[in-house]
């Protein structure tokens, strides 16, 4: 089992930033996916980047790029979601996700582990 435990939200104005971050524990893996998912009320939960460490190979959603950097600390088992120039649209729970599978893909069915979510809260 992988436990993930979010932290880092907040309330945040526009244009402001927030780091989130994920701590992995229990049986942790370096050559799976790790992906930030976002669910804003009412709509589906979307993935918003990901990142397979093993085969060199990130993602991003076309409305992130270039404002949001997903990285990873391997010594802390900690993965970081650095969002910059945040909108009121960015306003969602954030959730980040574990896969087994070195293939990154954005069905969230498809990922093994789930934290618990935190809450980002973009004021205009």
């Known amino acids: 089992q992988v436990q993930l435990v979010e932290s880092g939200g907040g309330l945040v104005q526009a244009g402001g930033s927030l780091r989130l971050s994920c701590v992995a524990s229990?049986?942790?893996?370096?050559?799976?996916?790790m992906g930030w998912f976002r669910q804003a009320p009412g709509k589906e939960r979307e993935l918003i980047a990901a990142?397979?460490?093993?085969?060199?190979?990130?993602y991003y959603a076309d409305s992130m790029k270039g404002r949001f950097t997903i990285s990873r600390d391997n010594a802390k088992n900690t993965v970081y979601l650095q969002m910059n120039s945040l909108k009121p649209e960015d306003t969602a729970v954030y959730y980040c996700?574990?896969?087994?599978?070195?293939?990154?893909?954005?069905?969230?069915?498809?990922?093994?582990?789930w934290g618990q979510g935190t809450q980002v809260t973009v004021s205009s």
């Open positions: 990142n397979s460490w093993s085969i060199g190979s990130t």
């Open positions: 229990g049986r942790t893996f370096s050559t799976g996916t």
């Open positions: 996700a574990a896969d087994r599978s070195r293939l990154i893909t954005t069905t969230p069915r498809n990922y093994n582990y």
